[in-house]
Structures are given as structure tokens and as C-alpha cells.
């Protein structure tokens, strides 16, 4: 459930099919692995798949670390996935295989960082320290489009020298640094700390894990997933997936809609990602439209 954006690049990183098949004959070779999910109550069964998948991603740096370019991971949460929440210390147990084998690890903190998963970024739960982080959306709070990547020092300064020795990263675009967009970025990052917007974040967790707590008794409701206010709903019917031409999870924007909330759907997984600076009874009353909704179409 891999996704990282549409260039060239990402999309070769990218494991989901429709996003990319129409470029295959461009994409580069790539090592993939499954990803061990979080079993929320059931710690043993949550801890057998971290070893598990730990096993399975020390055997493949074993027989490649030598040609791979970097690890990238969305740390803790693959969003475009369906919003799946990752075994806890994963993420570390990926940065201690990274540092093992001299492997960069990248962070896509694109979806989850600024805030979303309860601190400001979410490698930090995990005391990890990517040796790339790539930033975006929340960085000016989605009001202008920019991107960030940061990098150590070490990577740096490999693209310092004179300019003979042709060292420099050329890869600029038109917009690169675009001073309107910094600005909101600026303006966006003095928010975060005036406003208290970390602070916020949790408290709509909580809100989010309370006001939806009624849907896990949902027959028709497979699983929450949530972490800080990244939420899926899954629905299905009796355990199985819906016939994929009902449009489940679709039906349910739809009613959503109705009762004047916008919400996206990722197959039949109903996605909630509430900004984190959002007041708490917006929140609210988008997870009780969010409950209507799913009582009204998922019978
Ligand atoms: C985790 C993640 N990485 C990368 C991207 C792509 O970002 P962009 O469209 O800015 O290239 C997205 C977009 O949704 C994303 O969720």
C-alpha cells in the first residue's frame, strides 16, 4: 500500500498499481516489504508480526544492501494506504537496520508530520532520525503548495565543492523556494506554537477515538484505525469486503455530503484527518455525521 506521489521517482517507490502501471516500462527496480500492523488489545499477536516483518526486512538488507539507494517509509502510518497503523517500533527497528547495514533511511512525512500522529513529527515517537525527511501539506497548513527536504549534514555537504569538481544538486523547478509559499509556511509554523496546535491535536484525538467509539459496535464496521487524528473506518459486510461495484465507502461520503460534511473514502475505508488546528466541535460533529452516514448506507 505503498505511496509517495507521481513523479518518476515516487511512483517507482509507489506499490499500488493503478497509480503507476501506465508508467512501468519508466519506474526503477525497488525491494519492497510488508509492513507489521498495530493489533490494538492484542499486544502478543501485535509483537509476533513486529518479529515477523523485522525478520523478513533483515534478510532483504542482507541481499541488497549493498545496491540499494535508501529505505523510505511513511513512519507510523501509511495514510494513502487506507490509514494503516504500524506495529510499535517498527519505525526503529527500521532506523536500526538503516544504521546496521549504512543504508539512508528516508522519512515521507508528507501525510503524517506536522502534528497528525501527536507530535510534530512523527519519527520523533520513536526517538528516530531519518537521514532525509520530506515535509509538505501541513507545512503551510495546505493554504499554498510547497515541499521541503531535509537532509544531514553529511548528505549536504556531498553536493559542496568547487564548481569544476560538478558536484552541485542541479534539480531546481520554477516555483523552488517560491517566496508566497514560504511566507505561508512561516506564518503556518508561528501558528503551530502560538496556538498551542500539538496541544489541540491531542485533545481531537481524544475526541476522535470517544465520538467515534459507537461505530466499533457497528456490525457492518470491520475496524477503526487511528493514530493522533489520522482515522480509517473500514466497513464491510459480515467480515467481507462489499461487492466492489456498490461503492460502500463511497455511498458513505456520499451521505456524509448530504448532511454537509466532505469526506474522502479509499475504497471502502472512510478517512478522517482532521486539521489539527481544528476546533474541537467541528470534530465532533464530523464524527457524528460520520456515524449517521455509516448507520444510514452500511446495512
Ligand atoms: C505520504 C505521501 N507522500 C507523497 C505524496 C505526494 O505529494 P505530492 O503530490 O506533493 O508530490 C503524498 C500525497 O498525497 C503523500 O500522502
Excluded at 518479529?51 to 539507494?69: C, I, Y
Excluded at 495514510?79 to 533511511?105: E, P, S, T
Aim: hydrophobic share 45%.
Amino acid at each position: 500500500g505503498a505511496y509517495h506521489g507521481d513523479t518518476i521517482g515516487t511512483m517507482s517507490i509507489g506499490s499500488i498499481g493503478r497509480f503507476k502501471n501506465l508508467y512501468s516500462p519508466l519506474l526503477f527496480p525497488v525491494v519492497w516489504t510488508s509492513v507489521p500492523c498495530a493489533v490494538p488489545d492484542q499486544p502478543e499477536r501485535e509483537s509476533e508480526q513486529l518479529e515477523h516483518w523485522t525478520g523478513e526486512l533483515e534478510r532483504l538488507f542482507e541481499l541488497h544492501h549493498e545496491t540499494l539507494a535508501g529505505v523510505v517509509i511513511e513512519p507510523l502510518v501509511q495514510a494513502a494506504a487506507g490509514i494503516k497503523v504500524q506495529a510499535d517500533q517498527f519505525l526503529r527497528r527500521v532506523w536500526g537496520l538503516c544504521r546496521r547495514f549504512d543504508v539512508l533511511l528516508i522519512a515521507d512525512e508528507i501525510a503524517v508530520g506536522f502534528g497528525r500522529t501527536g507530535t510534530l513529527f512523527a519519527c520523533e515517537q520513536e526517538g528516530v532520525a531519518p537521514d532525509l525527511l520530506i515535509l509538505s501539506k501541513g507545512l503551510t497548513g495546505g493554504y499554498l503548495p510547497l515541499a521541503a527536504t531535509l537532509v544531514t549534514d553529511e548528505i549536504y555537504d556531498a553536493f559542496l565543492g568547487a564548481p569544476a569538481a560538478g558536484r552541485t544538486f542541479f534539480h531546481g523547478h520554477t516555483y523552488t523556494g517560491n517566496p508566497l509559499a514560504c511566507a505561508a509556511a512561516l506564518a503556518s509554523l508561528r501558528l503551530i506554537e502560538a496556538d498551542h496546535v500539538l496541544r489541540n491535536a491531542s485533545r481531537l484525538a481524544v475526541t476522535l477515538a470517544e465520538e467515534l467509539a459507537p461505530l466499533k459496535r457497528h456490525p457492518q464496521v470491520r475496524e477503526i484505525r487511528q493514530k493522533g487524528t489520522m482515522v480509517g473506518v473500514e466497513i464491510s459486510r459480515a467480515g467481507e469486503a462489499y461487492p466492489p461495484e456498490m461503492r460502500i465507502g463511497h455511498q458513505v461520503t456520499l451521505a456524509c455530503r448530504r448532511r454537509g460534511v466532505i469526506l474522502r473514502n479509499i475504497a471502502d475505508v472512510i478517512v478522517l484527518m482532521p486539521a489539527p488546528a481544528m476546533p474541537e466541535s467541528l470534530v465532533t460533529e464530523l464524527c457524528q455525521v460520520v456515524c449517521e452516514s455509516v448507520a444510514e448506507v452500511a446495512v
